[in-house]
């Protein structure tokens, strides 16, 4: 075997309060597709973003054709023959094809101006050796498809004369037709000797393109190897693994009534036919890969989608929350996933973040009444365990952990129904996790009932009564969450890997 | 105490008090009760219109016309003043906010319903509203001495050793402490301009909230077209012409960031008055017209600049907590 193209040697990377990757190595050889594999978090964006400069590592090497480099920057990337080419292709919408081809490195004249003839011809060259005739040098970005943008990508990678292209999920968005066009290309670009990481979390993409994989787990390197040696079975246990030890609080199951009944939910864009029940006290589990469609059909349900179809009926009653505070009348609550975007006004303080939905019952004809505030406040942060030093100070002087914990205090404090919690535990630290789940078990005991959207699956499997999971839009399968049930089944059911029966 | 003395109102009134003790110092008599309750009463229309600009632009929103809006309101009364003097004051104050609260409230339409940028909005409707002023008055002023004695007066009266405008624009500012810090209306407009995506997911409506602060801002430009008309005796096109990037000015100064959701009712009342004070005190120590506007627009990007930078210093402290907390 060849030197590698990039090497990555014991690559640390932490963020506060989470260890991202873990001592990982990987390694890119030329002419080779290598498939990185992983859940959802397991750290695979943040190797991209360590191999094109955007995150600079705390401990490791990179070596590059054999030479040890240090990335400081996505330009210093881009000179060393690294590029990347993502879901969603982050190209300039309003520059035209050649200018996106070339920007950073387009030919000048001799007064150091753009040679755009020069520049045209040379894109025309680029797209027509990657068999992309059909997309014209001097139309905007904005006006080419998907598919076709990433052929521009593409073209971009070559025009730097790249020797490491990484593909994020390039498949993600394309249509069968397509996505056959792109595999030609990745087959091109291997016989043209680049080294090539392909992820994605399709299973015949990887095992029709790649000759070799590297699996990673919660942010460390699990297995690699040659695809043609590995079956499909063994990569999927590499990347559920022996779970970490979680321990989940135990409850028994007082299940009663549907409180929500969902019938053919469906948005002509996002999502179809979801159909679900919710019963009292119930944790209805939402398993799948990013982009899904779960978060869409949760911000659906509480209001934020317009042009949605189907049948909601909340005890009894038919519902159609055209905006979250009609979701929120109907005792329905939504915890984002962007917590700190979504959920808690960090420039806030504590206080003002848990009364804001319930300023209604704590003010008097719009005057607010600060004293009731700061006692509903405190109840709610007393239950929670919230640790701040004052209820006074701004949220966005707390943890993640304990800015989440303001969110869901919020959202109690208006005494909901139906609590769907999106990514509940997401970038939060063990600690506060165990005391989200905790809670979650207090508040189905409390006859609450709560939907649960999560990738990581010990959890789902962990909070579960039952799990709907979701492919592309459509719900692939709900799940008993007894003891049959296990990680490998969701996984498949998720990527779509055999057919399985409902 | 500490977070007092960081704080953008305290240095500013710092800054208002040196002004005034500077220009005393060139010309004694400047700081007297009388001429300082002058000054104040120059201002009190900057500060309640600064004060309606406030609410617009902490819900991330800029109202230009609001000076616009100020004339045609004024024009109104002017006109119904000058052919039915028997029409009591009160009840043309009453009616010159009307139709500012239904100007301003066109505005919010268009932002709510149709979607369209404040900042386009406003444009169009600065130049409509005036327009009409054209249209109602033929083109024509409304002199001094067409004006009822009542209706010039009513900005005039005395108490307590202040004009009655001076008196109009403290009963609006202590009814706007009230309404941004003790309502739940003003915890809105805050939330949704501080961070409008998580006051969405709040179950706070953003459009109806701009809607409300364009409500307000044009209430306050109608009844400030009654105070402008009655001060000054007249009523034309031309008036207040230019005005409402004054407005902006004095928002501006007084720390309200124009990226939307931080600004205080202290800070828009002294930024009017270091405009005002600062328009008394340069011909009094004789520097030309000019130079109050470079300096006016100096103080301007101080103000943003020193915003810009206190923010971002607190931002980095922020940080540094999570990793000790970590």
Redesign the interface.
């Known amino acids: 075997m060849s030197v590698p193209q990039i090497k990555l040697s014991k690559i640390t990377k932490t963020f506060p309060g989470v260890r991202a990757l873990s001592e990982v190595d990987l390694a890119l050889y030329p002419g080779q597709v290598t498939a990185l594999i992983g859940e959802n978090g397991a750290g695979k964006s943040t190797l991209v973003k360590t191999m094109t400069g955007i995150y600079q590592p705390d401990g490791g090497e990179i070596f590059v054709a054999g030479k040890a480099v240090n990335l400081q920057s996505p330009h210093a990337a881009f000179q060393l023959g690294i590029t990347a080419i993502h879901q969603e292709t982050v190209l300039f919408d309003e520059l035209t094809v050649a200018e996106n081809i070339f920007l950073g490195h387009s030919p000048k004249t001799r007064f150091n101006l753009i040679d755009w003839v020069e520049m045209n011809s040379r894109a025309r060259a680029l797209l027509d050796d990657i068999g992309a005739s059909h997309i014209a040098t001097d139309v905007r970005l904005k006006d080419v498809s998907i598919a076709n943008k990433h052929l521009v990508a593409v073209a971009r990678a070559l025009s730097i004369e790249a020797d490491v292209v990484i593909m994020d999920e390039p498949t993600a968005a394309l249509s069968y037709k397509e996505i056959e066009d792109l595999f030609t290309l990745v087959e091109k670009l291997k016989s043209d000797g680049k080294a090539i990481l392909f992820i994605s979390h399709k299973f015949d993409e990887i095992y029709r393109l790649a000759d070799r994989y590297t699996v990673f787990r919660d942010g460390e390197m699990v297995g690699e190897g040659l695809l043609a040696d590995t079956p499909q079975n063994e990569i999927v246990e590499m990347m559920v693994g022996r779970s970490v030890e979680q321990i989940f609080p135990s409850r028994t199951l007082d299940i009663g009534e549907p409180i929500l009944t969902v019938q053919n939910f469906s948005h002509p864009t996002e999502f179809a036919d979801i159909s679900f029940d919710l019963h009292k006290g119930e944790i209805l589990g939402f398993y799948g890969l990013v982009g899904a469609g779960r978060s869409e059909v949760m911000q659906a349900l509480f209001g934020m989608t317009h042009g949605t179809s189907g049948v909601i009926t909340s005890q009894g009653k038919t519902i159609s929350p055209k905006s979250p505070a009609e979701a929120i009348q109907s005792g329905i609550v939504y915890l984002p996933e962007e917590r700190g975007k979504q959920g808690v006004i960090l420039d806030l303080p504590i206080f003002q973040n848990i009364s804001l939905p319930s300023l209604s019952t704590t003010s008097r004809n719009g005057f607010l009444r600060m004293a009731k505030e700061f006692e509903l406040a405190r109840t709610y942060a007393t239950r929670l365990d919230l640790r701040a030093a004052s209820l006074d100070q701004h949220a966005g002087t707390l943890s993640g952990g304990n800015q989440q914990k303001v969110v869901i205090a919020k959202w109690l404090a208006i005494q909901p129904n139906i609590i769907i919690l999106d990514e509940p535990t997401k970038g939060i630290d063990i600690g506060s996790k165990a005391a989200v789940h905790a809670f979650m078990g207090e508040l189905v005991e409390q006859g609450l009932s709560v939907i649960m959207v999560s990738s990581e699956i010990p959890e789902v499997l962990g909070m579960s009564d039952r799990v709907v999971v979701m492919r592309e839009g459509r719900m692939a399968s709900v799940f008993n969450n007894d003891d049959t049930l296990t990680a490998e089944t969701l996984i498949r059911c998720a990527a779509g890997i055999e057919e399985q029966a409902a | 105490m500490r977070a007092f003395i960081r704080n953008h109102e305290f240095w500013l009134a710092v800054v208002v008090v040196l002004m005034i003790g500077a220009t005393a110092f060139r010309s004694p008599g400047f700081a007297s009760p009388e001429k300082l309750a002058g000054i104040f009463n120059d201002s009190s229309m900057l500060i309640i219109l600064a004060l309606g600009q406030m609410v617009v632009i902490l819900t991330r929103s800029i109202d230009l016309s609001m000076a616009s809006n100020l004339a045609l309101s004024g024009m109104i009364v002017a006109l119904i003043n000058a052919a039915y003097p028997e029409i009591p004051v009160p009840a043309l104050m009453l009616l010159a906010t009307f139709c500012g609260l239904c100007l301003g409230a066109f505005n919010g339409t268009m932002i709510w319903w149709i979607g369209i940028p404040s900042i386009v909005v406003t444009l169009g409707t600065l130049t409509i509203y005036r327009g009409f002023i054209f249209l109602i008055a033929g083109g024509k002023w409304v002199n001094a001495d067409r004006f009822s004695e009542e209706f010039v007066q009513y900005t005039r009266y005395e108490f307590l050793g202040l004009p009655a405008l001076s008196w109009y624009a403290i009963i609006i500012v202590i009814g706007f402490f009230?309404l941004m810090?003790?309502?739940?209306?003003g915890?809105?407009i805050?939330?949704v301009g501080?961070?409008p995506?998580?006051?969405?997911?709040?179950?706070?409506?953003i459009g109806r909230t701009q809607f409300v602060a364009f409500c307000i801002s044009g209430a306050l430009s109608g009844f400030c077209g009654y105070l402008w008309v009655s001060r000054y005796v007249i009523g034309s096109v031309e008036v207040a012409k230019g005005y409402e990037l004054t407005i902006v000015a004095a928002c501006v100064i007084g720390g309200i960031s124009i990226a939307g959701?931080?600004g205080t009712v202290a800070g828009a009342v002294l930024g009017a008055l270091f405009l005002g004070v600062m328009s008394n005190a340069l011909p009094v120590i004789g520097v030309s017209p000019f130079w109050q506007m470079a300096i006016s627009g100096a103080a301007i990007i101080l103000a943003v600049i020193i915003n810009a930078s206190s923010q971002q210093k607190s931002k980095r402290l922020?940080l540094k907590?999570?990793?000790a907390?970590?």
């Open positions: 009230i810090t003790r309502t739940s209306l915890r809105s805050y939330a501080v961070n995506s998580a006051a969405l997911y709040t179950g706070i409506n959701g931080v922020i907590q999570e990793n907390a970590s």
